[in-house]
């Protein structure tokens, strides 16, 4: 498990490369807006359906107006999507984590910290994650007959499938991904933004 120092490090890392980067190309490639105030440049990010304020140089960041920041790791992931260097449109086909970029390597920390939780807390729940989901912005998805799509990031979507258990078989499930993510993220980002999907339905069961 990464220390919070660890994470430190890498966000220190992440805006310093941030802060030469162009915030205009930053904002278009990753299809958010642009601010400019006052002679401060914030570049205006949709995030799990929130809209997150990103300062350019700094890279430090708020969601409006109650003026809170995200966590440690997912500042890490929001610099590293506005840090791609694509502008890769959709794909429209669908792959799996273990066919994204070093998706074999993070396949332990993948199914730790996203399928698994995903198929144990709903597997057996299916109208409860279909009902939840939508609640915390999912879409429907025709990839399954349980099946929902989020958006955490402008050109990231994430579908997450039930197959949901019965007497003779266990819950399974799955989580897919558009063939462009690895234009975006790399590996160790998408099981992370993944993981975070699911924690965060999980954290809705639990109210």
């Known amino acids: 498990m990464p220390r919070v120092d660890d994470f430190k490090n890498a966000l ?3 805006r310093e490369s941030f802060s030469h980067r162009n915030p205009e190309e930053a904002a278009r490639r990753g299809g958010a807006g642009i601010e400019t105030s006052s002679g ?3 570049i205006l990010l949709p995030f799990f359906y929130r809209d997150l304020v990103i300062r350019h140089p700094e890279g430090t960041m708020i969601y409006p107006p109650e003026g ?3 966590s440690l790791p997912e500042q890490i992931l929001v610099l590293h999507y506005l840090l791609a260097q694509s502008e890769t449109p959709l794909t429209g086909k669908t792959i799996t984590f273990r066919e994204t970029p070093s998706g074999e390597f993070y396949y332990g920390p993948f199914l730790k910290r996203a399928q698994a939780p995903l198929v144990k807390t709903f597997g057996h729940a299916p109208e409860r994650f279909l009902d939840l989901a939508e609640k915390a ?3 429907r998805s025709s990839l399954g007959a349980v099946a929902v799509t989020f958006r955490p990031f402008p050109r990231i979507p994430i579908t997450l499938i039930l197959w949901p258990g019965d007497e003779e078989f266990p819950p399974d499930g799955n989580i897919l991904f ?3 993510i690895g234009d975006f993220l790399g ?3 998408i099981a992370l933004l993944a993981g975070m999907v699911v924690y965060r339905l999980m954290a809705l069961a639990r109210e």
């Open 12 to 14: 220190n890392m992440a």
């Open 40 to 42: 401060e440049i914030s």
């Open 68 to 70: 809170t920041e995200p």
């Open 137 to 139: 912005g999912g879409q």
């Open 178 to 180: 558009d063939a462009s």
């Open 187 to 189: 590996g160790e980002d």
